[in-house]
């Protein structure tokens, strides 16, 4: 994989993995059996993302980094973006 290509891969795999992480939780107090639903989820978004890091590493480890990257930046994206608002907050 080209190394150009790796950054928004990388962001892709972070926005599936913390995305799905977050409706997972999200859908926690309606399940009957949480800690199954957790565990299922857990492991479904590691593997799908190792496979995905191993297709981008390719590429060679320069590509990896630089998909990880993307990755770790999804989750500060997604974290401003999903964090809960505070009442005297004006941001």
Known sequence: MNIFFAFPAG????????GLLWLTVRR???????ALFIA????????LCALGFVLIMQGGWQSLLVALLGFL???KILARVFAP???????
């Open 11 to 18: 962001l892709l795999l972070g926005l599936f993995y913390f």
């Open 28 to 34: 926690l107090d309606s399940l009957p059996m949480p």
């Open 40 to 47: 299922g989820s857990f492991f479904g978004r590691t593997a």
């Open 73 to 75: 930046m999804m989750r």
């Open 85 to 91: 608002q505070s009442a005297g907050d004006n941001n």
